[in-house]
């Protein structure tokens, strides 16, 4: 799947147009479109960055990284998925960074999304769904999602997201109103962000193939 990775992360560079601000999430897929990025660098402005890891790779190859707040809506935002369903809706967070993810997504125009084919999904939930929460919510928050959806929240032990939160994964889920599950988890009080993608699904989805396949 490495190879697939590469692909999709080198293809989204065609999405890339001078003078650009680029939202670049995070991942070892997008770490790919991070490298392919770096060689036309003096092309773009600058970049967000969703994540401590992304930034520092950035920053290795030279690669401005810019605070969301002073460069107003971006015109692309290209990151990785976990699951991505034909409906372009997804998962996100399996490396902790949902939540700045979800807010460069909401900031961007378009939403390039990389994955390999292993991701593609007729139904959301295989993967356990992240739920990034505010630590002395956790107990709270897991009996909730309980009660609201049946599945079985996992607590992502020993990780601290970038904001200084924790992770519960929800194992046992088959998302069939994606949009309806993500309004309910996120009316949860401790709840910083879920990570399901539905209300603000992909625009664009590359899955890394020779040749890449667009959809
Ligand atoms: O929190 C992490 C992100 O949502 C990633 O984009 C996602 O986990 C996919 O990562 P990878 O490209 O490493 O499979």
Avoid at 80 to 86: I, K, L, N
Wanted: charged residues 25%; aromatic residues 4%; negative net charge.
């Amino acid at each position: 799947m490495t190879e697939a990775k590469r692909l999709a992360g080198e293809r989204a560079i065609d999405y890339v147009e001078d003078g650009m601000i680029v939202g670049v999430g995070t991942g070892s897929t997008v770490a790919f479109f991070i490298d392919a990025l770096a060689r036309i660098k003096d092309r773009i402005r600058g970049t967000v960055s969703s994540s401590e890891q992304s930034t520092r790779r950035l920053q290795m190859h030279g690669i401005e990284v810019l605070d969301l707040n002073s460069t107003g809506p971006l015109s692309l935002y290209v990151d990785g998925a976990d699951e991505c369903d034909p409906h372009k809706r997804l998962i996100k967070g399996g490396g902790a960074a949902l939540t700045r993810e979800k807010i460069i997504a909401e900031a961007s125009d378009k939403f390039v999304c990389i994955i390999d084919p292993a991701k593609r999904v007729d139904v959301l939930g295989r993967f356990p769904l992240p739920i990034e929460v505010v630590p002395m919510a956790r107990s709270l928050v897991a009996r909730q999602i309980v009660a609201k959806t049946g599945g079985q929240p996992v607590w992502r032990d020993g990780v601290v997201t970038d904001n200084g939160n924790v992770v519960l994964d929800v194992h046992n889920l088959s998302i069939t109103d994606p949009v309806g599950v993500e309004t309910a988890l996120n009316q949860i009080p401790g709840v910083v962000s879920v990570g399901l993608f539905a209300r603000r699904p992909a625009d664009v989805v590359i899955v890394g193939g020779e040749p890449p396949l667009v959809f």
